[in-house]
Every structure is written in structure tokens, then in C-alpha cells.
């Protein structure tokens, strides 16, 4: 079976500071993909970014970007510049790329402040 | 664009009422899923329902029904709620096997 592990419980950050959450993974899957979802206090789900596991390159989308580490299975996000709009609570999320079920397996959360 | 649409947003039971959580979608999803989200262990699968006619278990079914009405709607069901059951429950959906899902906005659900 599939788990995600997410270390750290809360996290916080001076505005326009760069900060990094840790996501790691367990899984004998060849074929994943690997997300972040971003949980703003209005309880929305919202997407951050998107990894292919056969993709060597590190996905990226404005000021967020991964690091992906698939030997290791570590798959972090950085934040970059950041906003007070970015605090929020963060997934990391693993979607099995085999039996076309599409389920999603979320790891426990990290809580992001970001301070003035 | 609605996407996927939950009803209602919040809501308090008795222990041992019945409920039906609604979910709709707009997007042709094939795919459909009910999570529910406690403090400290994210959001974890109760049901799925791959496509039109189907639905499968996940992690924790125990207590709960859903119906696949049609494409555009997957409800849950609570028969006779339990203050366990207490959560936050996300209804998601999305084309299957590699593209995010796209969830909905919610339902508080408080079960004293």
C-alpha cells in the first residue's frame, strides 16, 4: 500500500522569504504522479502543482516549485517570494498511475504562515 | 463554470439521523470521489465511483453509502450518524488515471 509522510505540522515564514515543505512517500508503483494542494482557510481544495514520475524535470508554476527526488522518494515544495495569500494548509498528494482509478492518497498536512 | 458543487455546506445531526451528502459536477468527469478531512490525518478516501454505475470502497467505508446517480452526481449517505463521523467531507472528480481532481468547497458536518 501506498503512504505519504509529511513531517512537518506547521511551518512559518517571513513574507517574501523562501520556504520548502517536505513530502516523502512510500511506494513499489513505477508509474505515479505526485501533487500539492494548497487549503486556504475558506476549506478550498485548490492545486498547486503536478509531478510525472517519468518526467526527470522538476515541475514548476510561478513562484512554486519541486523537488523531486524519486530514489529517495521525497518529493518537496518551495515557495519562493512569499505572499501572505500563501498561508494555508499544504498536501502532498500520490496518485497511482496504474488501474486507472485516479484515487488520490494525501499525506497529513503541513500548516504554512507566512508573517509580515 | 460551477465545477463540483456540494450540498449542503454545513450542517448538525443527532446521533442515529439519517443524511445525504449531494455532489454535482459540470466538468463530464468520469471519476468521482467522497473524502473526509480530520485534524492531523488529511483527507482520506470513504468511496469512489470510477465511472457511470460503478462505486468502490476506500480507506474508511464503515458507516457510509453512496449512489452514482448519474455522470454528473454521487451522493453519500450517512444511515444512522455517529459522533465519529464528525468531519469535514470534500467531493472531487476528475477524467482517470493521471489528471488532478478538482474538488468541491465542502461540508462541515457536526454529528452531536
Known amino acids: 500500500a501506498q503512504t505519504v509522510t509529511q513531517s512537518q505540522p506547521e511551518m512559518s515564514v517571513q513574507e517574501a522569504e523562501t520556504v520548502t515543505l517536505s513530502c516523502t512517500y512510500d511506494?513499489?508503483?513505477?508509474?505515479?504522479?505526485l501533487f500539492w494542494y494548497k487549503q486556504p482557510p475558506s476549506r478550498q481544495m485548490i492545486l498547486v502543482i503536478r509531478?510525472?514520475?517519468?518526467?526527470?524535470q522538476n515541475a514548476t508554476e510561478n513562484r512554486f516549485s519541486v523537488n523531486f527526488q524519486k530514489a529517495a522518494k521525497s518529493f518537496s515544495l518551495k515557495i519562493s517570494d512569499s505572499q501572505l495569500g500563501d498561508t494555508a494548509m499544504y498536501f502532498c498528494?500520490?496518485?497511482?498511475?496504474?488501474?486507472?482509478?485516479?484515487?488520490?492518497?494525501f499525506g497529513q498536512g503541513t500548516t504554512l504562515q507566512v508573517k509580515p | 463554470n460551477a465545477g463540483v458543487t456540494q450540498t449542503p455546506k454545513f450542517q448538525v445531526l443527532k446521533t442515529g439521523q439519517s443524511m445525504t451528502l449531494q455532489c454535482a459536477q459540470d466538468?463530464?468527469?468520469?471519476?468521482m470521489y467522497w473524502y473526509r478531512q480530520d485534524p492531523g490525518m488529511g483527507l482520506r478516501l470513504i468511496y469512489y465511483?470510477?465511472?457511470?454505475?460503478?462505486?468502490d470502497k476506500g480507506e474508511v467505508p464503515n458507516g457510509y453509502n453512496v449512489s452514482r446517480l448519474n455522470k454528473r452526481e454521487f451522493s453519500l449517505r450517512l444511515e444512522s450518524a455517529a459522533p465519529s463521523q464528525t468531519s469535514v467531507y470534500f467531493c472531487?472528480?476528475?477524467?482517470?488515471?493521471?489528471?488532478?481532481?478538482?474538488f468541491g468547497d465542502g461540508t462541515r458536518l457536526s454529528i452531536l
Open positions: 498528494a500520490f496518485m497511482n498511475g496504474s488501474g486507472n482509478t485516479g484515487k488520490l492518497i
Open positions: 511506494t513499489s508503483e513505477s508509474n505515479y504522479y
Open positions: 509531478q510525472e514520475a517519468y518526467k526527470q
Open positions: 466538468m463530464n468527469h468520469n471519476s
Open positions: 465511483s470510477a465511472s457511470e454505475g460503478t462505486t
Open positions: 472531487a472528480s476528475n477524467v482517470p488515471s493521471n489528471q488532478p481532481q478538482h
